[in-house]
């Protein structure tokens, strides 16, 4: 059987898009980002809990990636805040703990994050604090 390709495409219409597509910011990036690491860290556990089956070594080189990449973009001490969100906020019944703050001068706070969106704001407020206090 041979095919004609002669007539291939003179059905087709094209049509340009005059929408513009919304930028995406750091922020929205950030949440999406840290909410899908999240979630297959809690697929992987689960898979562990329900079946056993440890997906964690086959997953480990994935997550040293992930976070060299976080160490370049946000630095040490914003990717451990990071890094213990998703590896070290639950529990093992889903109980989340929280974070200990202690600002200069100030007394520890416990902070409870439990979203992505959260933590990115969290972040943002300990930078402005962090550079205030570094101007005092």
């Known amino acids: 059987m041979k095919l004609n390709l002669n007539n291939f495409g003179k059905r087709l ?10 930028e995406i910011s750091e922020s929205d990036l950030f949440v999406e980002s840290i909410g899908t ?3 297959c860290w809690d697929r992987s556990n ?3 809990g329900t079946f056993g089956l440890n997906t964690l070594e086959y997953e480990e080189s994935y997550y040293q ?6 160490l370049i973009k946000y630095g040490y001490w914003k990717t451990e805040i990071i890094l213990w969100y998703v590896f070290g906020r639950k529990d093992e019944e889903e109980n989340v703990h929280p ?4 600002h200069v001068g100030k007394e520890e706070e416990e902070v409870f994050i439990t979203t992505p969106l959260e933590l990115w704001n969290f972040l943002v407020k300990v930078e402005e604090q962090k550079d205030k206090d570094e101007n005092e």
Do not use: A, C, W
């Not at 974070?99 to 202690?102: E, G, K, N, S």
């Open 13 to 22: 219409k094209l049509i340009k898009r005059t929408k513009k597509s919304k």
């Open 37 to 39: 690491m999240d979630h």
């Open 46 to 48: 689960k898979l562990y």
């Open 65 to 70: 990636i992930i976070e060299n990449l976080l």
């Open 99 to 102: 974070l200990i703050v202690q």
